[in-house]
């Protein structure tokens, strides 16, 4: 594996000179590449049209499919390019069908945006949510999981990555168990995707969904859904469609689009694709495998430098850590403390116990204060951060 070059990274991303960000789990530093393509696009779509611009760009547009393809090891075609990872997810679970009395198996640090439309389709629909307890380290128990299947368990809906916590669920593993037993997959990728490797075939998923403005380093308001092509292929009904998802082929008659993009719908924003595909082939040049092994190490590195301080608590779980470290200080709201240290120009996050309501009770969680370095992230950062907190 080749080294980053941390020199080359940073030079090409301008807001280090700026900001000590260490935000990714909320949203990343763009790369130059990434604001230029999506400045680029503007700037055209002003001199001759956004029909226009779209048509001129429409080979390097397609590209945006091909790169987030390779990004998860799947299929131009199994690709849907949407306005956020909400959305995304939301396309594939409000797709499928339940009667009243399926259940749904998910995992504990499941995301409220997630857990709502449980939630709906419960009331809706009458399906049953049952929740996978963890184990010891606080990961999905995988013995707890297979002791809770039966027939009536029609999906399998975790997050892989949760937004607090350092955790990584076992999302293969999870898979693996899924597929034995015949049950559809739904994977939220979403603080996953662009710090660790993804393989939709290692994870035997379904659906995978993911954001763009993370640990991509893309732009807001992107993110991708992926659908396997046996859906597809299956006639997979997306909740809403318009004239882009399906044409309409009779007076009283559609037909969907053959491909994912059946959960698309007409108008997007093609500055913001230009910008994503710009992001995902910037990670994919450096190499995930490179990106985790940096990102993950200088959370480590957080980790022990904050558990030295007085009066600090880690609260991250798992087998394995991810880029996100979560603490408090004692006698700081973390509100309060990550606004200050905004002040500084340090930029850290403060995280809402009601985004993970059943780990939070579980874990009888406080609110929580959030740092994840990326790979552009120094030492020297990192170090800049504690000095922060040491002094408050
Ligand atoms: C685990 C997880 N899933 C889903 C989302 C929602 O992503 P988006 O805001 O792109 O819809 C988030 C956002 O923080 C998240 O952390």
Redesign the pocket.
């Known amino acids: 594996m080749t080294a980053i070059d941390i020199g080359q990274v940073r030079a090409d991303t301008p807001g280090v000179n700026h900001v000590n960000h260490l935000l990714a789990?909320?949203s990343a530093l763009m790369p130059q590449q990434v604001i230029d393509a999506l400045a680029d696009h503007h700037r055209l779509e002003g001199q001759i049209g956004g029909y226009e611009a779209h048509a001129e760009r429409l080979e390097s547009l397609e590209g945006v499919y091909d790169s987030v393809a390779r990004l998860v090891n799947a299929s131009p075609t199994e690709i849907a390019l949407v306005?956020?990872?909400?959305?995304?997810?939301a396309h594939a679970f409000y797709a499928l069908d339940f009667e009243p009395g399926d259940r749904i198996l998910t995992c504990e640090?499941?995301?409220a945006?997630?857990y709502v439309a449980y939630l709906q389709r419960a009331k809706r629909d009458g399906i049953v949510i049952d929740v996978i307890p963890s184990d010891e380290a606080g990961a999905i128990d995988l013995d707890a999981m297979r002791s809770m299947i039966d027939t009536d368990v029609k999906l399998v809906s975790i997050?892989?990555?949760?937004?607090?916590g350092g955790l990584v669920n076992p999302a293969a593993e999870v898979g693996a168990i899924a597929k034995e037993h015949g049950i559809t997959y739904l994977v939220?990728a979403?603080?996953a995707a662009g710090q660790t490797p993804i393989d939709v075939d290692e994870l035997q998923c379904d659906f995978l969904?993911?954001?763009?403005?993370?640990f991509l380093r893309g732009p807001r308001g992107?993110?991708f859904l992926y659908v396997r092509q046996s859906h597809l292929d299956a006639g997979i009904e997306p909740a809403i469609i318009d004239h882009y998802g399906a044409d309409w082929v009779a007076d009283d008659r559609y037909e969907l689009r053959p491909d994912a993009r059946r959960f698309e719908t007409w108008e997007n924003s093609y500055a913001l694709r230009a910008g994503l595909g710009v992001a995902v082939d910037y990670a994919l040049d450096i190499g995930l495998p490179a990106i985790q092994d940096r990102a993950w190490g200088l959370a480590d590195l957080l980790r022990a430098k904050i558990d030295e301080l007085p009066g600090s608590t880690l609260f991250d779980i798992g087998h394995t850590k991810c880029a996100i470290v979560t603490f408090t200080l004692d006698g700081h709201d973390p509100y309060a403390l990550a606004a200050g240290l905004r002040e500084q120009k340090i930029n850290i996050g403060a995280s809402d116990p009601e985004?993970?309501r059943l780990d939070t009770a579980a874990r009888q969680l406080p609110a929580l204060n959030r740092a994840a370095p990326h790979y552009f992230t120094t030492e020297d950062e990192i170090d800049q951060l504690v000095a922060a907190l040491a002094k408050l």
């Not at 306005?83 to 997810?89: C, M």
């Not at 997050?159 to 607090?164: A, C, D, E, K, L």
């Not at 969904?209 to 993370?214: I, N």
Request: charged fraction near 15%; proline fraction near 3%; glycine fraction near 12%.
């Open positions: 789990c909320g306005e956020n990872a909400t959305v995304g997810w640090a499941e995301y945006a997630n997050t892989w990555i949760p937004t607090n939220d979403c603080q969904s993911a954001t763009g403005r993370k992107t993110g985004t993970t």
